[in-house]
């Protein structure tokens, strides 16, 4: 359901090894970028800005404008 709204979607799969399966599957083609890496971390840019630093494992970082969050099993996730 993000996909119309977002010039970019990319999920992060917290290195959820079945969350990944589950979004290349549900994505099937879409315009969509999967991020399997594990999250050590978010960080908020500043207190005056709405960017959040992602932080992975393996020491690289990605500023993203926003974050959304979705808590379930990977079996309900649905990339439309």
Same mark, same amino acid.
């Given at each position: 359901?993000?996909? +119309?709204?977002?010039?970019?979607? /990319?999920?992060?799969?917290?290195?959820?090894?079945?969350?990944? &399966?589950? /979004?290349?599957? &549900?994505?099937?083609?879409?315009?969509?970028? #999967? @991020? %399997?890496?594990?999250?050590?971390?978010?960080?908020?840019?500043? %207190?005056?800005? +709405? @960017? /959040? #630093?992602?932080? $992975?494992?393996?020491? =690289?970082?990605?500023? =993203?404008? $926003?974050?959304?969050? #979705?808590?379930? %099993?990977? =079996?309900?996730?649905?990339?439309?």
């Amino acid at each position: 359901m993000l996909a +119309p709204l977002a010039k970019d979607l /990319i999920v992060y799969c917290n290195g959820d090894e079945s969350v990944t &399966a589950a /979004i290349k599957t &549900a994505a099937n083609g879409r315009r969509v970028t #999967i @991020e %399997p890496r594990k999250i050590a971390s978010l960080e908020r840019k500043s %207190p005056h800005h +709405p @960017e /959040i #630093i992602v932080h $992975f494992d393996d020491g =690289e970082t990605k500023t =993203e404008a $926003f974050l959304v969050s #979705i808590v379930g %099993p990977s =079996e309900h996730l649905h990339v439309i």
